[in-house]
């Protein structure tokens, strides 16, 4: 089977790869990447001499670049996860995000029923629990509720959702979709709260927490995201809907309080009580109050359940980073720093 994989190079991305890669030799494994920011090859180094592995770097917003590579590789599936991902960079340049994220996931469905056997290819596109909206106190996301996106970033996975069973009920496309709650774990990026702080702890920068620090998100390690995809991609049922999530709900407060800690004791203390650097600081315009996943559906039909706990998941991800340093530094380039500068003051 050959499988492309676009977005490879990104946070999650990277984990599916490498999964992959080394789960199923007999596939042929093609990850397509911009190389964007976000994108960086030095999360793929452990597979990048393997022999079921290619690398291409490729944009999904060039329509004629997709649906050649389409004609030319006859791809037995795609797992679609290039996206722009970042939520406050969705406020200020919003139109990356309908580029690629709209457009991009159409080139790839457009390039799909035109150069795929449709009666065999599978699309399977990872979405995000963002395109539900915000919670209140109460309740649960599940597969069946509205769709109620509040940011651009979330109108325009919301969007691609869209285009995918539309792609699906107009020209018979083969599909699955699964919609997962917030990530974490290594190689994430230090623009997302979790690495963003504890790249500054270790910086003593202040942590930056909007508002109140009282909005909920729901937090899942990277590999429990990624064993999950595998699952969906091989035993869920055919144009269905999966969430993901782990039903750990935490304010960004308190999140934040719990990783000073977990830094604090794996440094020893060496740079003092970090807790200290906690810095309430303006909200992100339309922030969504709470998400949280009921993931009964992936539970009961595929018997999928997170292998981490938070406690093992944010030790491990700050053992990473502690030991990863060189990473940290390679990815922050002159642009993060104009990026942090312009968003942070
Ligand atoms: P990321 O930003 O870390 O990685 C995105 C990857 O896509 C990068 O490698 C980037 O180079 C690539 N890319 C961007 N634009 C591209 C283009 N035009 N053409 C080709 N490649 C391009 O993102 P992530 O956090 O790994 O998220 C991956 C997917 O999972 C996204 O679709 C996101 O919406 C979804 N998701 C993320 C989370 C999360 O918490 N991070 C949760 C649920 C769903
Ligand atoms: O829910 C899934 C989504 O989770 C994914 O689809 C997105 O790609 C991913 O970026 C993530 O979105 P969030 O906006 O929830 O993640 P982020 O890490 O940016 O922020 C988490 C929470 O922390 C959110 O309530 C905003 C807050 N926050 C974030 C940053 C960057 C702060 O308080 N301070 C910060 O500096």
Request: with cysteine.
């Amino acid at each position: 089977m050959k499988v492309l994989i676009t977005g490879g190079a990104g946070f999650i991305g990277s984990h599916l790869v490498r999964r992959m890669v080394k789960n199923y030799p007999d596939y042929e494994i093609v990850n397509l990447d911009k190389l964007t920011y976000a994108g960086n090859l030095k999360n793929l180094v452990d597979v990048e001499g393997a022999e079921n592995y290619r690398f291409i770097k490729g944009d999904i917003e060039d329509h004629s670049f997709v649906s050649s590579l389409f004609e030319q590789e006859a791809f037995d599936a795609c797992i679609h996860l290039a996206a722009e991902s970042h939520v406050d960079r969705s406020i200020t340049n919003p139109d990356a995000f309908l580029r690629t994220n709209i457009l991009g996931t159409f080139h790839l469905l457009d390039a799909a029923v035109k150069h795929c056997d449709i009666s065999s290819f599978l699309f399977y596109h990872v979405s995000t629990d963002e395109v539900y909206g915000s919670l209140g106190d109460e309740g649960l996301f599940k597969e069946t509720t509205s769709y109620d996106p509040q940011s651009p970033y979330s109108a325009s996975k919301a969007a691609s959702d869209h285009f995918v069973r539309a792609y699906g009920n107009t020209f018979k496309l083969r599909y699955k979709i699964s919609n997962c709650s917030n990530n974490y774990g290594p190689n994430q990026f230090p623009e997302k709260l979790i690495p963003l702080c504890i790249n500054n702890i270790l910086e003593g920068r202040p942590l930056p927490v909007y508002g109140k620090g009282e909005n909920i998100r729901d937090w899942l390690y990277v590999e429990d995201h990624a064993e999950a995809i595998d699952l969906i991609f091989h035993s869920g049922e055919m144009n269905e809907t999966f969430n993901i999530g782990g039903k750990n709900e935490w304010t960004n407060i308190d999140l934040v309080r719990l990783l000073c800690d977990e830094v604090d004791v794996a440094l020893s203390n060496e740079i003092g009580n970090s807790q200290q650097l906690i810095t309430f600081v303006e909200d992100r315009k339309g922030h969504d109050m709470r998400y949280a996943i009921d993931p009964s559906k992936i539970e009961a039909h595929l018997n999928w359940e997170p292998k981490q706990t938070f406690e093992t998941g944010l030790r491990q991800t700050v053992q990473w980073y502690l030991s990863n340093k060189q990473w940290i530094s390679d990815v922050i380039s002159g642009d993060y720093r104009a990026y942090y500068q312009e968003h942070y003051k």
